[in-house]
């Protein structure tokens, strides 16, 4: 499913893998687009949101979040979903906030 955000298409599509899911992001931007594979596990879809979002909403969420704060050029190409806070520490209070709307 694609969705745009800002200037931004961020397409997310998930499939089951292991003990989660496998989503492959494509985000499309000023002519240009990335190709992103993300990892989610169980637990960690349940400890980003409570609620029960989807894993593609909340994968689509986490990448609106970092392109507020980096070019797409800038996120790594494959990575686990929990990766995100190593590099910006309010990922997760941000993302639980954003999905509890």
Request: with cysteine; aromatic share 8%; charged share 30%.
């Amino acid at each position: 499913m694609s969705q745009t955000w800002g200037m931004a298409s961020i397409e997310v599509s998930c499939s089951p893998s292991g003990n989660g899911w496998r989503c492959e992001v494509t985000v499309a931007e000023g002519g240009g687009e990335t190709r992103h594979s993300v990892s989610v596990g169980r637990d960690d879809l349940t400890r980003l949101s409570p609620a029960g979002d989807s894993p593609e909403h909340v994968v689509r969420t986490s990448f609106e979040f970092l392109l507020e704060r980096e070019p797409k050029e800038s996120i790594l190409r494959t990575f686990d979903l929990p990766v995100i806070g190593r590099y910006f520490p309010e990922y997760e209070r941000e993302i639980r906030r954003r999905l509890d709307r």
